[in-house]
């Protein structure tokens, strides 16, 4: 099964971030099901009209660099395929910059933990009700819910696969439905897991020995967390996970341009 890593959208956050740029990492699958979209960036009404869509104050602490041909449609053509043909989004969460792209594929279900769908329907905090924006759920998507329960994953409960070799794996903290999504593809003679981490951790220090974050993205990821005990919890998993699955599972958070540039050799 062929895999493609995609960077939808650079984001150029002043210096609180400490890393200075973003990326929006998403893996397009080759599958047997069609093609599989992990993540969809921003989608190309968000580009048009970026402040009425994606909301003034993500527009200010990001400052995306919002270009059409960076968006999933956009470049998914650009390998050769149309919009029908991507008939599965698995979706981390549904922040605006991994939900954005939703309207651009009418016809793909829609895979996200239930937990994630509830919170973006009806957001119980301030917090929730600031990072969701119902424009890009408004086009009446088909919505596939998973539910607690499945399967074990590396010591990793609930997971439940969402299309052929593709794992959605509940890791919350960051949103009250936040997922890793794994999705297996070919490595030399055989096959490793690409684990998209989503927003699980910002900086690829965090999965490293000893973890390391700078304090500004430290400071961002505590304040912008649904449960920031969770979510540390759940980035020390991932951290043992990275240590002990040797070459079996490659890590990637969604806006780490250091693992982005490992994962495509740029
Ligand atoms: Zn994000």
């Not at 449609?73 to 910059?97: A, M, S, Y």
């Not at 309207?103 to 919170?119: K, L, M, Q, T």
């Not at 593709?166 to 690409?194: D, F, K, M, N, Q």
Request: proline share 6%.
């Amino acid at each position: 099964m062929k895999v493609h890593h995609l960077n939808l959208c650079t984001m150029c956050p002043y210096g609180v971030f400490g890393t200075g740029e973003m990326v929006c990492h998403a893996l397009v699958a080759e599958t047997k099901d069609g093609l599989v979209l992990v993540d969809t960036g921003m989608g190309l009404d968000d580009v048009r009209a970026p402040a009425r869509r994606l909301g003034r104050t993500f527009m200010a602490l990001t400052r995306p660099r919002l270009r059409e041909q960076d968006t999933a449609l956009r470049q998914i053509e650009g390998l050769g395929f149309k919009r029908e043909d991507v008939r599965h989004l698995v979706l981390t969460h549904l922040d605006v910059d991994h939900a954005g792209g939703i309207p651009d594929f009418p016809d793909a279900r829609i895979h996200v933990h239930r937990a994630e769908h509830a919170a973006a329907m009806a957001p119980s905090t301030l917090n929730e009700q600031n990072r969701y924006r119902k424009v890009h759920f408004a086009s009446n998507p088909k919505w596939e819910l998973h539910e607690p329960g499945g399967d074990r994953w590396f010591g990793f409960e609930s997971v439940q696969a969402v299309a052929d070799d593709v794992l959605l794996i509940p890791l919350p903290g960051h949103t009250r439905g936040h997922c890793a999504v794994a999705v297996r593809a070919p490595a030399g003679s055989g096959t490793e897991w690409l684990l998209h981490c989503g927003d699980a951790y910002f900086f690829h220090g965090e999965v490293e020995e000893p973890p390391r974050c700078p304090t500004g993205l430290r400071v961002f990821q505590r304040a912008v967390a649904i449960d920031d005990d969770l979510r540390r919890k759940n980035a020390a998993r991932l951290r043992a996970l990275h240590r002990d699955s040797g070459d079996r599972v490659r890590l990637f958070s969604a806006h780490s341009p250091r693992e982005y540039a490992r994962a495509t050799g740029s």
